[in-house]
């Protein structure tokens, strides 16, 4: 098992920035993939970014390419989401997940079974 904590959510205001956090424990950090979904009100949730066990690669939704950046500690087994630019689009619960592999992580959220319990991002206009 893995258990997942983020912080770092709020309330900012549009051309504004945020980091997120997530805290991770119960297993061997630096053998999972780790991914930031978003879920919107109404909408269905969807991937934001992904980052492989190593922190060498990362993969990122076309919605926020150039103005977030994934990155992770293994050290501090803890992984973050800077999030820059920020749109009212961008207002979300953001989710931290996780994935046991060395391989390219998913984009799909089926692929993730640890999930931490979400950190809410307002953008105000």
């Known amino acids: 098992q893995v258990q997942l904590v983020e912080s770092g959510g709020g309330l900012v205001q549009a051309g504004g920035s945020l980091r997120l956090s997530c805290a991770a424990s119960?297993?061997?950090?630096?053998?999972?993939?780790m991914g930031w979904f978003r879920q919107a009100p109404g909408k269905e949730r969807e991937f934001v970014a992904a980052?492989?066990?190593?922190?060498?690669?990362?993969y990122y939704a076309d919605s926020v390419k150039g103005r977030f950046t994934i990155s992770r500690d293994n050290a501090e087994n803890t992984v973050y989401l800077q999030m820059s630019s920020l749109k009212p689009d961008d207002t979300a619960k953001y989710f931290c997940?996780?994935?046991?592999?060395?391989?390219?992580?998913?984009?799909?959220?089926?692929?993730?079974?640890?999930w931490g319990q979400g950190t809410q991002v307002t953008v105000s206009s």
């Open positions: 997940t996780a994935q046991a592999t060395r391989d390219i992580p998913s984009r799909i959220e089926y692929g993730y079974p640890y």
């Open positions: 980052i492989t066990y190593n922190g060498a690669s990362t």
């Open positions: 119960g297993r061997t950090f630096s053998n999972y993939a």
